[in-house]
């Protein structure tokens, strides 16, 4: 079974100061299920890398080995939603237009969400979203 990745766990396989089990856990999952994001997701992954690259966290040749793992493994982009579903999660749960894009995605699927941000996991709760276990 699918489920659907946050690019806050994935920002945190970016960096090598950064610790989260529940990230590794997400990782390790990939090895057996797919991930599906929204098309945002690899917008907010180049964000993080480029702000990385910036501020010295990661080099330039960091940058394309990571998005070359990224390419390795199985997490797919869906297909856009209508953003009027996307704009009324957003409103109702004070969320930001990316973070409700995974919620309706988790929501509109019917699949688990794994992310580490928890007003959206609030959110993901109160629409009947299924987090995926972490830890």
């Known amino acids: 079974m699918a ?6 766990v994935a920002g945190v396989w970016m960096f090598q100061d950064e610790l989260n089990p529940q990230a ?28 990385g690259e910036r501020r010295g966290r990661i080099s330039g040749a960091g940058r394309i080995e990571f998005l070359a793992f990224l390419k390795r493994l199985p997490i797919d982009a869906a297909p856009l939603s209508h953003d009027d579903d996307i704009l009324e ?6 969320l930001t237009f990316y973070d409700a894009s995974y919620c309706e995605l988790a929501r509109r699927e019917d699949l688990r969400l794994a992310m580490l941000d928890s007003q959206l996991a609030q959110a993901a709760r109160k629409e009947g979203v299924l987090l995926l276990a972490l830890g």
């Open 89 to 94: 999660l957003a409103h109702r749960h004070r």
């Open 24 to 51: 590794d856990i997400a990782l390790d999952l990939l090895r057996e299920e797919p991930a599906i994001v929204p098309a945002i997701w690899w917008f907010e992954v180049r964000n993080m890398l480029a702000l």
């Open 3 to 8: 489920f659907v990745l946050d690019a806050s």
